[in-house]
């Protein structure tokens, strides 16, 4: 029989890897649309957050240290986003986005990215994003080790290519691979 103690262990070191709808709120309270409607588990957190025009991967613990580690810049723990932009995404823009970006907050690590054709996995978002007659679109993918407020949209919009869908598929060594929208593991 396990003992209190490490009952409380074993959840403390519980992982919980959401997929983030569109539109939800990347807390347990608050807004009406967060993620008490997805996510039955006391005492969990999210480890980063995402914010409520983003979709993907948002890994949740109990473990106060080990969130801090998952989330905090100095751990340099890589992030990968798939971004949909207006227009067709250049190599020079894509250049910028690898040596870093000056923002408003300073400038960005330096990043790996890379044009990227769109995922063929890819569910629908509800709502759509907004569609131009005239204007394309096109991907890229991005690997960040930081975690500014919106960044890789800053970093998107800086270059010229306004994001219009940005998606997290990898933080660290968690992936989004086989976790339905809304659902967790």
Not at 131 to 153: A, D, H, L, M, Y
Request: with cysteine; net charge positive; charged share 25%.
């Amino acid at each position: 029989m396990h003992s209190f103690v490490e009952q409380k262990l074993s959840m403390d070191n519980e992982i919980v890897l959401f997929n983030k709808p569109f539109g939800v709120l990347c807390q347990f309270s608050g807004e009406s649309n967060n993620l008490s409607n997805y996510i039955d588990i006391k005492n969990i957190y999210p480890a980063g957050r995402l914010d409520k025009d983003s979709e993907g991967l948002v890994v949740l613990t109990g473990n106060g240290k080990l969130q801090h580690q998952i989330s905090h810049p100095k751990f340099n723990k890589e992030k990968i986003y798939i971004v949909q932009v207006e227009g067709l995404i250049t190599r020079q823009a894509i250049d910028s986005l690898c040596i870093g970006v000056e923002l408003n907050d300073g400038m960005t690590k330096t990043a790996r990215a890379r044009m990227i054709d769109e995922p063929e996995w890819l569910w629908n978002r509800d709502p759509p994003i907004r569609t131009r007659k005239n204007i394309p679109t096109s991907w890229f993918e991005i690997n960040i080790t930081e975690g500014r407020n919106r960044q890789v949209r800053r970093m998107s919009a800086k270059v010229g290519f306004p994001a219009l869908r940005l998606i997290r598929t990898h933080v660290g060594e968690w992936s989004l691979d086989n976790i339905e929208l809304g659902k967790y593991k």
